[in-house]
């Protein structure tokens, strides 16, 4: 039997490629000859780097580059095997878990990082390009990114604002100097992996969202929404772009905003984007199953999470789908139509702690059970 094993990560528990392992393992035990293709994925936020270049046999690169605040950190980026595709996430530069969590604060934290590891890349030459953009731990609007990239922001006095910019400094823009962006950054095809569709501002948009998430208090969050609102406005009275309230353009604290206004970035599916760049629907061909996973599957999953996207393309090649996750919660019945069998990884209850420590086990044996269903 032919098994292809694509799961999202355990998160907090198991990346993908560790759950991977230890299904194939179990599978083993039980059928030897069987044909296995592990490939670990994500939907464009953490793992994605990982996911990618292991499925196409890609290379990972190491940059010391600005972290959330003053530290620097060594950031991650990959490129794909027999391609000439860069993915980057901006949490390996600008992430939450960067951070311990008395240090968060949206007004200071940046995306200068981010805009260091792209610049980076389109200087190696690199022109297709994508960007995960979870876990950030900002809401500057991607304006330390768009400093990193080359863009100038000058105040009221025309002085260059100091680098790099948070939240807490938008307000004193006064105007954008384009004169430095190299002229390569719009020769790149720059795709944003993310399934976040909230505007910029609003009750639905960065600072109002995301803004509590990553530290910032109903005060900050009031203040972030007008520092927000003063630099999309001078953003859209430039002329980079005509609105902030496209799909998207909240996400990451504004850098959805800022990587499609200056950088020309095109929003899609992370999911999507994730399989068709590590080859899963040739994959399928000839597959007898596919598994897949996640830490904890419930209603959500079915609106346009990684399993339901991986067990659709599965469908279209008329292979089965199995779901193994950490938990099933609640009403499922949206799935039913998705999976042959869905199954958790958990035998008895149990805390959070055993569970975790438990799950190697179980996903091996949830892996001799798989194979003892015969073709």
Do not use: W
């Amino acid at each position: 039997m032919k098994f292809i094993i694509a799961p999202d990560s355990y998160k907090g528990c198991l990346r993908s490629i560790e759950i991977c392992q230890y299904l194939a393992e179990g599978i083993k035990q039980i059928q030897p000859a069987a044909e296995i293709e592990q490939m670990p994925m994500a939907d464009g936020g953490e793992g994605s780097v990982e996911a990618i270049v292991l499925s196409t046999q890609g290379r990972f690169h190491k940059l010391k580059v600005y972290g959330p605040l003053d530290d620097r950190v060594e950031a991650v980026y990959g490129t794909a095997g027999n391609s000439d595709t860069a993915v980057m996430e901006m949490a390996a530069a600008s992430g939450i878990e960067l951070l311990p969590k008395e240090k968060l604060d949206p007004l200071r934290t940046t995306t200068y990082g981010t805009g260091q590891l792209l610049k980076h890349i389109i200087d190696a030459g690199i022109r297709d390009i994508i960007i995960g953009i979870g876990g950030s731990a900002t809401v500057d609007g991607g304006a330390g990114m768009a400093q990193a990239i080359g863009y100038r922001f000058l105040d009221k006095y025309g002085n260059e604002l100091k680098m790099p910019l948070g939240g807490g400094n938008l307000k004193e823009i006064a105007e954008i100097d384009s004169g430095r962006v190299p002229p390569e950054l719009r020769k790149c095809r720059i795709r944003i992996a993310s399934d976040v569709t909230n505007p910029l501002l609003g009750k639905t948009g960065a600072a109002t969202v995301f803004g509590p998430q990553k530290g910032a208090t109903p005060e900050m969050v009031e203040q972030l929404e007008e520092n927000l609102k003063h630099y999309a406005g001078k953003i859209i009275a430039a002329g980079f772009t005509d609105t902030c309230a496209s799909p998207g353009d909240g996400a990451a604290g504004g850098l959805g905003f800022a990587l499609r206004a200056l950088c020309g970035a095109e929003p899609v599916s992370g999911a999507k984007l994730i399989i068709e760049i590590t080859g899963l629907t040739q994959k399928l061909a000839g597959a007898d199953m596919l598994i897949t996973g996640e830490g904890c599957t419930d209603f959500q999953t079915a609106h346009g999470k990684l399993c339901a996207v991986i067990a659709r393309a599965a469908e279209e090649a008329k292979v089965p789908a199995v779901l193994v996750s950490g938990a099933l919660k609640g009403d499922l019945s949206g799935l039913s139509n998705l999976f042959a069998a869905m199954f958790s990884t958990t035998s008895a209850p149990c805390t959070l702690e055993e569970a975790f420590a438990q799950t190697p086990a179980n996903l091996v044996r949830m892996g001799r059970n798989l194979a003892g269903i015969k073709k």
